[in-house]
């Protein structure tokens, strides 16, 4: 049987009720923080931003920018390995192209969606490529919201087949370096939304694709891409996205978390900041490049990847981690202050267990002497991973300022019991929906 036949038949036959629960809960608490996520980013000057620019009347337009604004955040959800952040896409995918499923329909079709999107990403070594000008997210995104749609709208195997195969001949992500706010990072999401749901509406109107595309060269010959195509498409009974998949405890670049949080338990193990002279920050050489690039005042992104600037919040201003805006954070010479008695270094030793772990240690210069530590599992991460309880403590940080807490909360709730009913799934997706009109 060709790839695309052995994904076509997972897409159609699979069922999350064959997962073990901790599974499901744990992908359901994934998807009511991509909730968190939107509503919090539609009241964020970037979000409404992307909000604005949508076109009405185009029926892909509502899941396509609802992904971007969730992604804009940078407080979703991530798998490691893959380097995809597959929560934001499916779960828009499946609850906002008027299909109305029911909660297990809907349940089954974001789980397949992330499946897909986190092992193409494995596929094509996205924690490697990354570097390289390829996104990973942007990527696998066509062929994730594919299978999503083609589920939901019950193709054939033949037409499924059609359908993911035209996603992947749609599949980009090649991207340069994003400057200034806003950035068209997210715009190149939402494109990657639309084109993966008219691959799917195009095989459901007949439309055939290259039921061999993933049987030969083709990801190496069309994209340059050294994929393994084991990881695509083999052991599809057991998920290899769920229990891989993490999330982030405030918004930012991954890459910066896990020396910021070790600059914070420092600090809430009673290192007074005054005593600070200078930090040595060591991460794994993939990107050390990445998050030590000079702080741009007028970059809104620059404000979560940039690892000085993050671990500057965390040390005066922590509230900021959750500051989705950052332009007067980002004004703040108190905090370039603080953030310039920090460094960046590569360690090679932390280089060893990457993809799996993107870990971080911090030497602290202190007026006693030097203080060390390691975070090798972030908070947030699948082998740390937030609680129900956290999440919304999260969702309540994000959302309080701006709805008081107890619309935060009753929006984490609403998340939360999203699957418990039919009625209930309907107040979630209403609830989605509602944000995507906030900025018109």
Known sequence: MSGLALLADYVRKSSSADLPAHQRAHLRRHIADAGVALVAGANS??????LALGEGGDWTEAPATAAGVIRSTEVDDIHLGSCTTPTSVAMPAALLIGAQPSPEQAEDAIRIGVELMVRLGLAIHGPQVLYKGVWPTCFATPLGVAA?????WGLDHDATVNALSMALMVSSGRTGRFQGTPTGRWVLLKCAVQ???????????????DATLLDGEWL????????DLSLLTSGLDASMSLPGLGAKPFSTARQALSPTLALIDLLDGGLAVERIQSIRVFVPPAYVHMISQPIDRHSRSSGYVSVRFQMALAALRREGLWDLDRSLLMKDDALHDFAARITVEADPELQKAYPSRWQGRIEVTTNDGVIARSVENAHGDA???LQNDEMEKK???LLAPALGEPQARATWATGAQAFDSIASLERFTQMLQA???SAR
Do not use: F, H, I
Not at 148 to 152: G, P, Q, Y
């Open 148 to 152: 999503v749609a083609a589920r939901l």
């Open 220 to 227: 190496k010959n069309a994209q340059g891409l050294d994929a």
């Open 395 to 397: 969702a309540v940080a």
């Open 195 to 209: 084109n993966g749901l008219r691959a799917a509406y195009a095989a459901r109107n007949g439309y055939k694709g």
């Open 383 to 385: 082998a740390n991973p």
């Open 435 to 437: 944000q995507l009109t």
């Open 45 to 50: 000057p970037e979000g409404a931003s992307l």
